[in-house]
């Protein structure tokens, strides 16, 4: 299940005090690339449950969030870990694309 962040407290709660490592999907809804990319990051979350959480932050409401992040395309895909930025990728890719992002970050 990948959980809609809505504000920065929800943010630091669910990203950066989470004990595990999670999957942030900044984007937009008037973005086709991430339209494009939400249903791979569903089936990830499906497939790391329990090992990595998944959210969306939509970068029109939480600008602040993007602006933190240094958010200036999207989509823009980041994996933290105790609160720091551990990868990144920006724009569209393959499903094994970002299982490798996944997998060389909880290594």
Known sequence: MVNEINS???????????VNPVF?????EWCGPCRAVSPVVEELSQE????????????DQ????????????IPTLAVFWD???VSQKVGGASKESFKTMIDSSLN
């Open 8 to 18: 920065s407290q929800q943010f630091e709660q669910e990203v950066l005090n989470s």
């Open 24 to 28: 942030v999907d900044f984007w937009a």
């Open 48 to 59: 790391y449950g329990g090992k990595v959480d998944f959210v969306k932050v939509n970068v």
């Open 62 to 73: 939480n600008s602040d969030l993007a602006q933190k992040y240094n958010v200036f395309s």
């Open 83 to 85: 609160g720091e930025v």
